[in-house]
């Protein structure tokens, strides 16, 4: 029904590119400077795996007729069944009130799951927990969360 995957902007895309190859430059130049396992094994993680994992950062959103699963990769995810969701609507979102871009608190008390600023929809859940999602293509997130799309519509449907 819906499924987008969010990278950070081209710039911040080609910062840590830049960065990873000097990093990947760094670990030969170091190698021979240390002797002994756990240092090199530090360097590898350090210069090698933790800038790859970066480069690999994304978010992503996926709603499907029984769920709605949030995720930033590698480092979060979040599965809300659909019969959970109370409501949805769009929100513009910045970057400077969210103090940055990621997985961070909103000012009113939701979670945002950000990666640049603009677009976004709330998901308001039963128990009062709301999360505001980025989104590049909003009207499509909303058509998907809205009632009567999920399995319950479906189920109740063909019941008749």
């Known amino acids: 029904m819906f499924d987008e995957r969010r990278r950070l902007p081209r710039t911040l895309d080609i910062v840590q590119s ?36 970066m480069l690999a950062f994304h978010s992503r959103v996926r709603v499907d007729a029984r769920t709605v ?23 513009r979102v910045s970057v400077r009130d969210l103090n940055g871009l990621g997985l961070r608190p909103t000012r009113d008390g939701a979670l945002g799951l950000v990666l640049r600023g603009g677009d976004a929809v709330e998901i308001e859940l039963g128990n009062g927990k709301r999360y505001l999602v980025g989104t590049g293509r909003p009207a499509a997130l909303l058509r998907a969360l809205a009632p009567g799309r999920g399995a319950g519509a479906r189920d109740a449907a063909s019941a008749h």
């Open 18 to 53: 830049v960065f990873l190859a000097a990093c990947v430059a760094g670990v030969p130049l170091l190698w021979p400077h240390t002797p002994d396992v756990p240092s090199r094994i530090a360097i590898v993680c350090c210069l090698g795996v933790l800038p790859a994992l």
């Open 69 to 91: 699963r949030l995720s930033l990769f590698p480092v979060w995810r979040k599965t809300i069944s659909r019969s959970d969701i109370v409501g949805s609507r769009q929100r």
